[in-house]
């Protein structure tokens, strides 16, 4: 059953999903106009290689603020690398994606290979630990979410060219950081596969819904029934998408 006495850690966590959302669903439409659906995975993996490489090294991890500018540079550097491969590789440019995301997954796998807490911080860093977010750890996510989204407002266009790869880059990073990996992949697709087909002024809107009932739905089920936060929410997520293009679908036909 649902203990009320648990709202004390699920409303920072629902805070930053509603952060993670705030961002990734606009970035999410880009993503599938674009064509790349793998890139925020892919970017997502590099910045957890950066986080890895980060840790393993002492005098990096003792540097102030390491664990956000570490994976930061790997997740710039790698967005910076798909944007150039982007005008030269145009038509293989996913499957280069793919083959990126794998040989960064591998490569945090042999260097945590030798780590006694290797497993657990890959897993941390797959699967994320929202019901652990505590109110001080979104004050920077939410400021820089916060000017991303004001200069979104004011130069959408930045979304077309290559600025879109930078942006990417640093959201990607501040939210593997929050949620983990599996749930940035899925927050970004997720809603905007949900409203792909959906020509409506409020399609935006929707998206949001779609993603803010996912985040409910999955912290409620994983408190009441002591779930992995993570993995559940990823999965109400994608039934919250599957609904509501059935019931898009159901309507286009009656």
Partial sequence: MFDLD???ILLPAFVAGMLVLSTH???????????IIFIDLAIAQVAALGAIVGHLNHDIEALPFSNIWMPALFAIAGAGFIAWLSKRMADELEAIIGCFYVLAAVAAMLLLSNDP???EMLKELMSGQILWVSWSQLVFPATI???ILLLLALKPQILVGRGFYLLFAIVITLSVEL???YLVFSSLILPALAVNHFNSRFKLGWAYFV???GYVAGLVLSASFDLPSGAAIVATLAVSAICFRLVLSFRHKY
Avoid: I
Avoid at 25 to 35: D, N
């Fill in 6 to 8: 648990l709202l004390s």
């Fill in 25 to 35: 669903v606009v970035l999410g439409q880009q993503v599938l106009k674009r064509g």
């Fill in 117 to 119: 807490h290797g497993a």
């Fill in 145 to 147: 979410y916060g000017a």
């Fill in 179 to 181: 949620v983990g990996v």
């Fill in 211 to 213: 993603g803010l009932f």
